[in-house]
């Protein structure tokens, strides 16, 4: 079976931290674009970070960068989303997703059509 598995959400206090993993089964990474997105309650789904197949390229939200650090270790199967500073406003369910790609340097935070598997989602609150 192909899926995604997402962990380490949970309550945090404002200025915390919390680092999200995501792991695939039944299919190689490596071969995916990955991107975290997260929808807040009565709010639209967004894109939060995303990294191309290769590691080179990253991608962020305005409002999370410097302070969100996505990675990927592909010999693990495994994408990760460090979070510091975390803000109230980050309060959400965080997915990950896989876009399989044949260009190594290539990820996208807007079109979500492009992404072939989800994750179920992990709560994140910050609050104090």
């Known amino acids: 079976q192909l899926q995604l598995v997402e962990s380490g959400g949970g309550l945090v206090q404002p200025g915390g931290s919390l680092r999200l993993t995501c792991v695939a089964s039944g299919f190689t990474l490596e071969y995916y674009a990955i991107g975290w997105f997260r929808q807040a309650p009565g709010k639209e789904r967004e894109g939060v970070s995303c990294i191309s197949r290769s590691g080179m390229t990253t991608k962020y939200t305005d409002s999370v960068k410097g302070r969100f650090t996505i990675s990927r270790d592909n010999a693990k199967n495994t994408v990760y989303l460090q979070m510091d500073s975390l803000k109230p406003e980050d309060t959400a369910v965080y997915y990950c997703?896989?876009?399989?790609?044949?260009?190594?340097?290539?990820?996208?935070?807007?079109?979500?059509?492009?992404?072939?598997?989800w994750g179920q989602g992990t709560q994140v609150t910050v609050s104090s």
């Open positions: 997703a896989a876009d399989y790609t044949p260009y190594p340097t290539i990820c996208t935070l807007i079109n979500e059509g492009s992404y072939d598997y």
